[in-house]
């Protein structure tokens, strides 16, 4: 009986060895003869990311079995409703141009260890990521963001996922200055009563405090009044991401029914052109003269100067050390710690993508509001499932400024956003102070427009029922 016990014991060893000498084997990192794009793609494709973060992924043969396969069912499920990682992919393929947003979110999740799951390579031998695994996908995404980047922060700040605004955006001068003025010109509204910066005032900070908006006539829109400065650094404009460009975005709220509730662009020439000082100034810049096209061209160049770079922050990443204060920098470690800076990247810390509202707790149940057509997000483009409560992520700069927050302007106060979106994205429960740390860190994103910091003459007392 103790020979048959030892005996067993040997084979037992035996057994774990060789399964060590097999995994070793298998779970080899590719060639480095190979590009890094093509190294970082086999590691990914083996790591089985694709199989859970895809539309139609290619499940293993046990997806089909009763119990085990709907225990896969449900990562795969929960997995894609978290992140698609298609686009990423297609672009390591073939070393193409990345998103900000995929480079943070795939660096957090190596670094933090967490993908894939366990679960996942445990059965799939040579899917987990090792340590050699790790570096290479890790050096790449840096050489990526350098790339895609190219603003020379000093090489101990080149891989903060948070990136500075640029001193300029291209614009035309005279296009710009007639922007101007049709920007705060009220004929663009049906009543002459309401221009773009009754919601959108510059000189507070861009929106216009109000939970919803006031348009002509005293109607009342159903989605909070995003700035529109940095508007220029977002990949599509509107919380649905209805509006390719700015410009697009400009053709909008004129006959937007709520808005300003002109009947058509027509409407709206003819009055211009019966100002023969402006028509003549605009027809001078423009030769075709007044049209839907050069209207809204116009808006958009002068929506491109509407960027407030050299905030505190900014100033810190590019390596002035006393910019910020300790706990304002403890509270940017902690902002990529929870995640925060995974759907707030780049210039705009936000901007770059579209995602899920209540991606680890229901928000929409928790909020005991009926819901409103506004908050199906970008499903009301697409009427695709999987994007209903999906939103364009919102810049945070100038944050400060631009209460209430969300799409429905339901948090009146800084802290009450951070808290919340804590507990309803990243899924933790932030500690007081942890909240006043990353508060503070926010803080330091405010910046200057034409070299004046950014105020808001707006009393807080302006949040309203509506
Ligand atoms: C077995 C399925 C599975 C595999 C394989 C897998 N993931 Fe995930 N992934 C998930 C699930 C489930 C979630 C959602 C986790 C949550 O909500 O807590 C997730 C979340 C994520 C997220 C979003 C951030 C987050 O934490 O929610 C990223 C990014 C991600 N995975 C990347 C990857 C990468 C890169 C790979 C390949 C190395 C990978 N995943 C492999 C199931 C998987
Ligand atoms: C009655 C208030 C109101 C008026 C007038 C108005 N806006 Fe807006 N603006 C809003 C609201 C509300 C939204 C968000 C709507 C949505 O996302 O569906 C918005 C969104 C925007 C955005 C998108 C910002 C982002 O982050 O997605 C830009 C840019 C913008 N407006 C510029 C303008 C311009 C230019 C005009 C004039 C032609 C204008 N707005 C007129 C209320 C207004
Ligand atoms: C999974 C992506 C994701 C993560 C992670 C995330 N956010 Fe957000 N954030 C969003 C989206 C989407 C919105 C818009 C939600 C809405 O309007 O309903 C938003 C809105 C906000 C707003 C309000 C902005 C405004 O103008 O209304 C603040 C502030 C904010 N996030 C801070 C944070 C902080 C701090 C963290 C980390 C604790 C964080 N976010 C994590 C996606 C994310």
Redesign the pocket.
């Known amino acids: 009986m103790k020979r048959l016990f030892k005996w067993g014991a040997v084979v037992l060893l035996v057994a774990a060895a060789a399964m060590v000498v097999v995994y070793r084997a298998v779970n080899q990192a590719p060639s480095a003869d190979l590009p890094q794009n093509e190294r970082v793609y086999e590691i990914l494709v083996e790591g089985g990311c694709l199989s859970c973060h895809s539309a139609d992924p290619e499940l293993p043969f046990y997806a089909k079995l009763p119990v085990a396969g709907k225990v896969v069912m449900k990562d795969v499920d929960s997995g894609y409703r978290a992140y698609d990682i298609t686009k990423f992919m297609e672009a390591v393929k073939v070393d193409g141009e990345v998103n900000a947003v995929d480079l943070a979110k795939v660096e957090k999740v190596v670094l933090d260890d967490r993908m894939p799951m366990p679960k996942y390579y445990l059965v799939h031998w040579g899917s987990s990521l090792t340590s050699q695994k790790r570096d290479i996908v890790l050096d790449w995404i840096k050489a990526k963001r350098a790339a895609l980047y190219a603003d020379g922060l000093p090489e101990h700040r080149a891989n903060e996922p948070v990136r500075p605004i640029d001193a300029y955006v291209e614009y035309d001068e005279a296009k710009a200055a007639l922007g101007f003025q049709l920007f705060h010109d009220t004929r663009l509204s049906v009543d002459n009563t309401v221009s773009c910066a009754t919601c959108h005032a510059l000189e507070t900070a861009g929106v216009d405090n109000h939970r919803y908006s006031d348009g002509v006539g005293g109607q009342v829109g159903g989605v ?1 009044a ?1 700035t529109v400065y940095n508007a220029v650094y977002n990949f599509v404009q509107f ?1 649905d991401g209805r509006a390719a460009t700015l410009a697009d975005q400009a053709a909008g709220p004129p006959l937007n029914p709520i808005e300003m509730a002109s009947p058509s662009f027509d409407h709206i020439v003819a009055k211009l052109q019966a100002d023969k000082q402006f028509a003549k100034a605009f027809t001078a810049v423009y030769p075709d003269g007044l049209t839907q096209a050069n209207i809204t061209d116009a808006i958009e160049h002068f929506e491109r100067t509407l960027i407030t770079p050299d905030s505190r922050f900014d100033k810190w990443l590019r390596g002035d050390d006393s910019a910020i204060t300790a706990e304002e920098l403890e509270g940017y470690e902690l ?1 990529k710690k ?3 800076a ?3 990247a780049g210039k705009n810390l ?1 901007g770059l993508s579209y ?3 209540g ?1 680890r707790r229901h ?1 929409f149940a928790d909020r005991g509001l009926e819901l409103t057509v506004e908050d199906n997000g970008r499903f009301k483009e697409t009427q695709q499932e999987r994007d209903r409560h999906r ?1 364009k ?2 810049g ?1 700069r100038n ?1 400060e400024h ?1 209460w209430p ?4 302007g339901t ?1 009146e106060t ?1 802290d009450a ?2 808290r919340d ?2 507990l309803y ?2 899924g ?1 429960e ?1 500690t007081d102070e942890e909240v006043h740390k ?1 508060e503070a860190f ?1 803080l330091t994103l405010t910046g200057e427009y034409k070299g004046q910091l950014l105020t808001n003459s707006n009393s807080r007392d302006l949040i309203d029922g509506h």
């Open positions: 909070n995003p919380w902002f929870y995640d925060c995974t759907c707030h936000g995602e899920l509202m991606l928000y939103f992520v919102p945070l944050i631009t927050y969300y799409h429905d948090r800084l956003a951070v979106m804590a994205q990243s933790v932030l990353i926010l």
